[in-house]
Protein backbone atom coordinates (compact mmCIF):
# COMPACT_ATOMS: atom_id res chain seq x y z
CA UNK A 1 0.00 0.00 0.00
CA UNK A 2 0.96 3.31 -0.95
CA UNK A 3 2.16 5.42 2.47
CA UNK A 4 0.83 8.93 2.02
CA UNK A 5 1.36 11.50 5.03
CA UNK A 6 -1.62 13.41 6.18
CA UNK A 7 -0.64 16.33 5.47
CA UNK A 8 0.47 16.41 1.87
CA UNK A 9 -2.02 16.95 -0.62
CA UNK A 10 -3.17 14.97 -3.27
CA UNK A 11 -5.65 16.08 -6.58
CA UNK A 12 -7.95 13.77 -7.62
CA UNK A 13 -6.82 12.51 -10.74
CA UNK A 14 -3.24 11.85 -9.95
CA UNK A 15 -2.40 8.48 -10.71
CA UNK A 16 0.23 6.79 -7.80
CA UNK A 17 1.55 3.43 -7.30
CA UNK A 18 0.79 1.21 -4.58
CA UNK A 19 4.11 1.36 -3.19
CA UNK A 20 4.63 5.32 -3.48
CA UNK A 21 6.00 6.93 -0.75
CA UNK A 22 4.80 10.57 0.07
CA UNK A 23 6.12 12.63 2.87
CA UNK A 24 4.62 15.87 4.76
CA UNK A 25 3.28 18.99 3.06
CA UNK A 26 3.73 17.73 -0.50
CA UNK A 27 1.51 18.57 -3.08
CA UNK A 28 1.15 16.56 -5.77
CA UNK A 29 -1.23 18.01 -9.01
CA UNK A 30 -4.20 15.82 -10.76
CA UNK A 31 -2.08 15.29 -14.34
CA UNK A 32 0.73 13.69 -12.12
CA UNK A 33 1.77 10.09 -12.39
CA UNK A 34 4.36 8.54 -10.18
CA UNK A 35 5.49 4.69 -10.94
CA UNK A 36 6.18 1.88 -8.41
CA UNK A 37 8.33 3.10 -5.56
CA UNK A 38 8.62 6.50 -6.30
CA UNK A 39 9.59 8.30 -2.49
CA UNK A 40 8.91 11.72 -2.25
CA UNK A 41 10.36 13.70 1.17
CA UNK A 42 8.50 16.44 2.63
CA UNK A 43 7.62 19.65 1.10
CA UNK A 44 8.20 18.06 -2.76
CA UNK A 45 5.47 19.78 -5.12
CA UNK A 46 4.54 18.63 -8.38
CA UNK A 47 2.48 20.05 -10.84
CA UNK A 48 1.04 20.24 -14.63
CA UNK A 49 1.15 16.74 -16.68
CA UNK A 50 4.21 15.38 -14.96
CA UNK A 51 5.35 11.25 -15.11
CA UNK A 52 7.90 10.33 -12.82
CA UNK A 53 9.57 6.83 -13.55
CA UNK A 54 10.18 3.76 -10.30
CA UNK A 55 12.18 4.27 -8.15
CA UNK A 56 13.09 7.66 -8.19
CA UNK A 57 13.57 9.45 -5.11
CA UNK A 58 12.97 13.17 -4.77
CA UNK A 59 14.23 15.07 -1.65
CA UNK A 60 12.92 18.02 0.06
CA UNK A 61 11.40 21.36 -1.74
CA UNK A 62 12.03 20.10 -4.87
CA UNK A 63 9.71 21.93 -7.65
CA UNK A 64 8.75 19.81 -10.75
CA UNK A 65 6.21 20.23 -13.54
CA UNK A 66 5.37 23.79 -13.20
CA UNK A 67 4.61 26.54 -15.66
CA UNK A 68 8.17 26.96 -17.78
CA UNK A 69 10.29 30.38 -17.71
CA UNK A 70 9.64 31.27 -21.01
CA UNK A 71 7.62 34.21 -21.82
CA UNK A 72 6.13 32.92 -24.38
CA UNK A 73 4.96 29.86 -23.24
CA UNK A 74 0.54 30.61 -23.27
CA UNK A 75 -0.43 27.83 -21.12
CA UNK A 76 -0.49 25.19 -23.77
CA UNK A 77 -0.76 21.58 -23.15
CA UNK A 78 2.92 20.52 -22.28
CA UNK A 79 4.50 17.45 -20.52
CA UNK A 80 7.59 16.78 -18.22
CA UNK A 81 8.92 13.13 -17.91
CA UNK A 82 11.52 11.91 -15.96
CA UNK A 83 12.58 8.22 -16.13
CA UNK A 84 13.82 5.22 -13.18
CA UNK A 85 16.27 4.90 -10.53
CA UNK A 86 17.02 9.07 -10.64
CA UNK A 87 18.25 11.06 -7.25
CA UNK A 88 16.29 14.35 -7.27
CA UNK A 89 17.80 16.99 -4.03
CA UNK A 90 16.77 19.44 -2.34
CA UNK A 91 15.73 22.65 -4.24
CA UNK A 92 15.80 20.81 -7.85
CA UNK A 93 13.78 22.67 -10.19
CA UNK A 94 12.35 21.08 -13.73
CA UNK A 95 10.16 22.34 -15.74
CA UNK A 96 7.85 20.89 -18.88
CA UNK A 97 8.06 21.66 -22.57
CA UNK A 98 6.45 24.50 -24.68
CA UNK A 99 4.85 24.15 -28.32
CA UNK A 100 7.81 26.20 -29.95
CA UNK A 101 10.22 23.30 -28.42
CA UNK A 102 8.03 20.51 -28.91
CA UNK A 103 6.05 20.27 -25.86
CA UNK A 104 8.22 17.92 -23.72
CA UNK A 105 10.83 17.79 -21.03
CA UNK A 106 12.74 14.69 -21.06
CA UNK A 107 14.89 12.97 -18.33
CA UNK A 108 16.38 9.56 -18.76
CA UNK A 109 17.18 7.24 -15.77
CA UNK A 110 19.71 6.54 -12.80
CA UNK A 111 20.62 10.27 -13.19
CA UNK A 112 21.93 12.51 -9.77
CA UNK A 113 20.57 16.18 -9.52
CA UNK A 114 22.18 17.79 -6.56
CA UNK A 115 21.20 20.56 -4.91
CA UNK A 116 19.50 23.80 -6.57
CA UNK A 117 20.01 22.12 -10.06
CA UNK A 118 17.48 23.30 -12.99
CA UNK A 119 16.20 21.70 -16.18
CA UNK A 120 14.73 24.23 -18.32
CA UNK A 121 11.63 23.47 -20.86
CA UNK A 122 12.26 21.35 -23.58
CA UNK A 123 15.60 20.28 -22.16
CA UNK A 124 16.35 16.40 -23.13
CA UNK A 125 18.80 14.87 -20.37
CA UNK A 126 19.84 11.03 -21.19
CA UNK A 127 20.78 8.01 -18.49
CA UNK A 128 23.27 8.71 -15.91
CA UNK A 129 24.03 12.06 -16.07
CA UNK A 130 25.13 13.92 -13.07
CA UNK A 131 24.15 17.59 -12.42
CA UNK A 132 26.24 18.99 -9.23
CA UNK A 133 24.85 21.45 -6.99
CA UNK A 134 23.42 24.70 -8.97
CA UNK A 135 23.80 23.21 -11.99
CA UNK A 136 21.73 24.65 -15.16
CA UNK A 137 20.27 24.25 -18.35
CA UNK A 138 18.42 26.97 -19.97
CA UNK A 139 15.77 26.14 -22.18
CA UNK A 140 15.85 23.27 -25.08
CA UNK A 141 19.41 22.18 -24.13
CA UNK A 142 20.59 18.29 -24.88
CA UNK A 143 22.48 16.42 -22.84
CA UNK A 144 23.75 12.90 -23.46
CA UNK A 145 24.60 9.99 -21.66
CA UNK A 146 26.91 9.51 -18.88
CA UNK A 147 27.31 13.95 -19.06
CA UNK A 148 28.74 16.23 -16.04
CA UNK A 149 27.63 19.32 -14.96
CA UNK A 150 30.09 20.56 -12.06
CA UNK A 151 28.77 23.20 -9.87
CA UNK A 152 27.42 26.35 -10.63
CA UNK A 153 28.20 25.89 -14.61
CA UNK A 154 25.42 27.13 -16.92
CA UNK A 155 24.35 25.98 -20.48
CA UNK A 156 22.78 28.10 -22.87
CA UNK A 157 19.84 27.36 -24.41
CA UNK A 158 19.72 25.41 -27.75
CA UNK A 159 23.21 24.16 -26.37
CA UNK A 160 24.25 20.13 -26.34
CA UNK A 161 26.47 18.33 -24.36
CA UNK A 162 27.63 15.29 -25.69
CA UNK A 163 28.08 11.63 -23.91
CA UNK A 164 30.58 11.40 -21.04
CA UNK A 165 31.31 15.25 -21.55
CA UNK A 166 32.35 16.92 -18.29
CA UNK A 167 32.01 20.60 -17.85
CA UNK A 168 34.04 22.41 -14.75
CA UNK A 169 32.70 24.26 -12.51
CA UNK A 170 31.47 27.78 -12.84
CA UNK A 171 31.86 27.13 -16.62
CA UNK A 172 29.53 29.44 -18.35
CA UNK A 173 28.88 27.43 -22.05
CA UNK A 174 27.65 29.02 -25.20
CA UNK A 175 28.14 26.28 -27.74
CA UNK A 176 28.32 22.51 -28.41
CA UNK A 177 30.31 20.15 -26.39
CA UNK A 178 31.72 17.38 -27.99
CA UNK A 179 31.42 14.05 -26.71
CA UNK A 180 34.32 12.74 -24.05
CA UNK A 181 35.53 16.41 -23.97
CA UNK A 182 36.50 18.52 -21.01
CA UNK A 183 35.36 22.00 -20.78
CA UNK A 184 36.63 24.52 -18.64
CA UNK A 185 36.61 28.87 -18.11
CA UNK A 186 34.39 32.10 -17.60
CA UNK A 187 33.17 31.00 -21.76
CA UNK A 188 33.69 27.16 -21.51
CA UNK A 189 36.88 26.05 -23.65
CA UNK A 190 37.89 22.71 -24.51
CA UNK A 191 41.06 21.85 -22.79
CA UNK A 192 41.08 18.09 -23.77
CA UNK A 193 39.31 14.77 -23.52
CA UNK A 194 37.74 13.91 -20.09
CA UNK A 195 40.45 11.08 -19.57
CA UNK A 196 39.09 10.43 -15.68
CA UNK A 197 36.18 9.39 -17.22
CA UNK A 198 36.93 7.30 -19.68
CA UNK A 199 38.76 5.05 -17.49
CA UNK A 200 36.72 4.58 -14.65
CA UNK A 201 33.77 3.97 -16.96
CA UNK A 202 37.14 1.08 -18.16
CA UNK A 203 37.05 1.87 -21.83
CA UNK A 204 39.91 -0.04 -23.34
CA UNK A 205 43.17 1.45 -23.52
CA UNK A 206 42.95 1.21 -27.60
CA UNK A 207 39.62 3.06 -27.66
CA UNK A 208 41.38 6.10 -25.35
CA UNK A 209 44.33 6.12 -27.55
CA UNK A 210 42.47 6.39 -30.70
CA UNK A 211 40.13 8.87 -29.24
CA UNK A 212 43.64 10.95 -28.43
CA UNK A 213 45.09 10.97 -31.74
CA UNK A 214 41.17 11.97 -33.08
CA UNK A 215 41.24 14.85 -31.00
CA UNK A 216 44.34 15.85 -31.83
CA UNK A 217 43.66 15.59 -35.80
CA UNK A 218 40.45 17.96 -34.62
CA UNK A 219 41.71 20.32 -32.69
CA UNK A 220 45.64 21.04 -33.19
CA UNK A 221 45.60 21.31 -37.08
CA UNK A 222 44.23 24.15 -38.89
CA UNK A 223 44.00 22.61 -42.14
CA UNK A 224 40.51 23.05 -43.17
CA UNK A 225 37.42 23.74 -41.59
CA UNK A 226 36.72 21.67 -38.08
CA UNK A 227 33.70 20.29 -40.17
CA UNK A 228 35.66 19.27 -42.94
CA UNK A 229 38.36 17.94 -40.59
CA UNK A 230 35.68 15.46 -39.03
CA UNK A 231 34.47 14.45 -42.32
CA UNK A 232 37.93 13.18 -43.23
CA UNK A 233 38.21 11.82 -39.91
CA UNK A 234 34.93 9.69 -40.12
CA UNK A 235 36.30 8.50 -43.54
CA UNK A 236 39.30 6.88 -41.94
CA UNK A 237 38.06 5.59 -38.56
CA UNK A 238 35.00 4.10 -40.17
CA UNK A 239 35.86 1.22 -37.45
CA UNK A 240 36.26 3.10 -34.34
CA UNK A 241 33.15 3.43 -32.27
CA UNK A 242 34.14 6.52 -29.92
CA UNK A 243 35.60 8.22 -32.89
CA UNK A 244 32.41 8.15 -35.01
CA UNK A 245 30.26 8.95 -31.80
CA UNK A 246 32.56 12.41 -32.24
CA UNK A 247 32.76 12.75 -35.85
CA UNK A 248 29.09 12.00 -36.14
CA UNK A 249 28.49 14.74 -33.41
CA UNK A 250 30.26 17.43 -35.19
CA UNK A 251 28.52 16.53 -38.34
CA UNK A 252 25.14 17.22 -37.28
CA UNK A 253 22.94 18.82 -39.70
CA UNK A 254 22.48 22.43 -38.94
CA UNK A 255 24.79 25.31 -38.25
CA UNK A 256 26.20 24.48 -35.15
CA UNK A 257 29.11 25.99 -33.13
CA UNK A 258 31.58 24.11 -30.66
CA UNK A 259 33.40 24.62 -27.92
CA UNK A 260 37.02 24.67 -29.13
CA UNK A 261 40.58 24.87 -27.35
CA UNK A 262 41.33 28.64 -26.61
CA UNK A 263 43.72 29.51 -29.56
CA UNK A 264 41.39 26.95 -31.90
CA UNK A 265 38.76 27.86 -34.19
CA UNK A 266 34.72 27.38 -33.28
CA UNK A 267 34.07 27.21 -36.99
Not at 168 to 193: C, H, K, N, Q, Y
Request: proline share 4%; with cysteine; charged share 25%.
Amino acid sequence: MASIHPTAVIEDGAVLADDVRVGPYCTIGSRVTLGAGVVLESHVVIAGCTTIGPRTHVYPFASLGHRPQDLKYAGEDTALEIGADNQIREHVTMNPGTEGGGGLTRVGDRCLFMVGSHVGHDCRVGNSAIFANNATLAGHVEVDDFAILGGLSAVRQWSRIGAHAIVGGMTGVEFDVIPFGSVIGDRARLAGLNLVGLKRRGFPREQIHALRAAYRALFETEEGTLRERARRLAEEQTDEPLVRMVTDFILVEGDRRFCTPRSGSDD
